[in-house]
């Protein structure tokens, strides 16, 4: 605030020094030139009968002539006062009015603005840094599961456009560059509420230096960035960043996966799927010779998983390498001369992974007409052409803003499901098409919602208290429901983290500690009417024993919930 006031002053510095010496100018000529009162005796004014003379003159007010009526060179003097002091004003009410039209003046007075309101913020909030098709898919999202979140954007165009999106909460949105230190403690990295960083800007330096700051400043404040190259995330892991996504590197082990274990594959989507996301029928990609479009950083790591597989790839691309391992053919693609160079009749699949969505969508429409039985990847660049990508249908459509948002939900929705994640990916078939089944039953098609509980004072005290007792509770004790202890709740168990160990899909006999970790799976209000069990003596006295079911607004609130 007091940055703002003093480059207001600045600006107005000329004119309010100009109606000085117009105030100081008259009252000394008024006391200096002598008048005449009744008498005709002379008299000349006190410096105090100046200044209020000139006060009510200059400001257009007007008393009269006091304390005597004016001789003529008075009278004169006082013209020149007038038009001076009107001059004067003039200019000074132009500069303020120019005040409105001042970059700096403005920005000043948004940033102090927006410094108050993150002070102010009194919830746990996240940082993220990069307004962009990602970024907006990960505000959606927190603001659709009521949490707070800070936007520091170095476009001003699309920082402003942050308060006319439809959020249920006011969002708090800084035009700034995030790399400047001083511009994220401004966003409130410093303070205790921040739950993490989202380093989701399009410049990987950027990211990168984030990612530095936030270590340096706030170590134990989580960073989840993204980065484009695979040099850019070596250097990030290197400083310790706790989550690092390069969206191309990503698909390529997502593809891999879906090749090698489509079950693995189809359950992991599924759980990292964003809101409104349904569960996909099992369609892997199949095995065979394989057309790549495209060989840059998206291509490269298409290739890499499809070799880790042991697939024949052909790439086509108008600056294909010079390498005898890989065969390859020049040319964008989108004609069917180069496609049918590279083998595309007898083909299983086509990549079409260029930076241009609209030739991406020509080579795999020319493609299918080669070889209406392809299977078709297509790599979708800008959110903005859904429509077209959803008519063509295709098989898979990588979207990055939409990968990096799915993984960067997951991290912020619950940090245990990234382990769960890692073993859901090594495990069998059989153990993936059981898991599914069984969320398939609590939950429905729709992608579940994650949670985690902490068995602590903080997060779950009635329970805690009980586990300190050395109460008896098990994981069937959390799954119960409040209204009803003999009907289950819409969620299963899926891992299990404690100081010496860690179970996946925990038996519903697993003996609970003081200070375990759960995550879980289910329907959001599942997760609603547990929080009462975790939180209020009279529901886990009720669920725990049978005895005392709770009654009046306790019940009444339960059954709303469901």
């Not at 200096?32 to 009162?37: F, H, N, S, V």
């Not at 892997?284 to 499809?306: K, L």
């Not at 609590?442 to 068995?455: K, R, Y």
């Not at 098990?474 to 289950?488: F, G, H, I, K, Y």
Request: hydrophobic share 45%; aromatic share 8%; charged share 20%.
């Amino acid at each position: 605030m007091h940055s703002s006031l003093l480059l207001m002053l600045r600006r107005l510095r000329a004119p309010i020094i100009l109606l000085i010496a117009v105030f100081a100018t008259g009252m000394v000529g008024l006391v200096l030139i002598p008048g005449a009162d009744e008498h005709g005796e002379p008299w000349h004014m006190t410096m105090f009968q100046a200044f209020y003379f000139t006060s009510y003159t200059a400001s257009t007010i007007g008393f009269g002539e006091i304390p005597h009526e004016f001789t003529d060179r008075q009278r004169l003097w006082v013209t020149f006062i007038i038009y001076a002091s009107v001059i004067g004003w003039a200019y000074l009410v132009a500069s303020l009015l120019s005040l409105g039209r001042d970059r700096a003046v403005r920005k000043s007075l948004t940033d102090s603005r927006f410094r108050r309101r993150v002070d102010a913020l009194v919830e746990p909030f996240y940082l993220i840094c990069g307004f962009g098709e990602t970024g907006q898919l990960i505000a959606r999202a927190l603001d659709l599961r009521g949490r707070r979140f800070v936007v520091v954007e170095i476009d001003e165009t699309r920082a402003q456009e942050v308060d006319l999106m439809d959020f249920h909460q006011a969002p708090l949105a800084l035009a700034a560059d995030a790399r400047l230190p001083d511009r994220l403690a401004a966003a409130g990295l410093r303070r205790d509420q921040c739950r993490g960083v989202l380093a989701l800007t399009n410049d990987d330096q950027a990211n990168l230096a984030v990612a530095m700051t936030v270590r340096l400043l706030e170590p134990n404040v989580p960073v989840l960035a993204r980065a484009m190259n695979r040099e850019t995330a070596a250097n990030m892991a290197s400083f310790g960043t706790h989550h690092i996504i390069n969206p191309f590197a990503r698909f390529g082990e997502q593809l891999a996966l879906a090749i090698s274990a489509p079950a693995n594959y189809r359950l992991v989507s599924w759980l990292t799927g964003l809101p409104g996301t349904r569960l996909n029928p099992e369609n892997s990609p199949p095995r065979g010779a394989w057309v790549v479009c495209g060989y840059g950083r998206f291509g490269r790591e298409v290739v890499r998983a499809f070799h880790a597989q042991g697939l024949e790839v052909t790439i086509i691309d108008p600056n294909a390498p010079d390498d005898p391992r890989i065969p390859s053919v020049r040319g964008l693609g989108t004609e069917a001369t180069p496609l049918a160079a590279a083998g595309i009749h007898t083909a299983v699949g086509i990549v079409a992974g260029t930076d241009d969505d609209v030739n991406n969508l020509s080579i795999v429409v020319t493609a299918r007409e080669l070889n209406p039985k392809l299977f078709t990847i297509v790599r979708q660049n800008l959110h903005a052409n859904r429509a077209l990508f959803d008519a063509f249908d295709a098989d898979v459509t990588m979207v990055s803003s939409e990968l990096i948002a799915s993984e960067c939900l997951a991290v912020v929705r619950a940090p245990l499901l990234a382990p769960f994640l890692e073993i859901a990916r090594r495990s069998d078939a059989a153990w993936a098409h059981a898991l599914t089944a069984r969320l398939q039953a609590a939950c429905g098609e729709p992608t579940p919602a994650i949670w985690s509980v902490t068995l602590n004072i903080a997060d779950a005290p009635a329970m805690y208290y009980l586990l300190m007792e050395h109460g008896r509770v098990t994981v069937r004790d959390l799954l119960r429901q409040p209204s009803n202890r003999d009907e289950m709740l819409a969620c299963v168990p899926l891992f299990l983290q404690r100081t010496d160990e860690s179970v996946a899909l925990p038996d519903d006999r697993f003996v609970l500690q003081p200070g375990d970790r759960l995550l879980f799976a289910g329907r959001s209000w599942a997760r609603n009417q547990q929080q009462s069990l975790l939180r209020s003596d009279k529901v886990r006295d009720y669920v725990l024993t049978g005895r005392d079911p709770p009654v009046g607004w306790i019940w009444r609130r339960l059954k709303r919930t469901q």
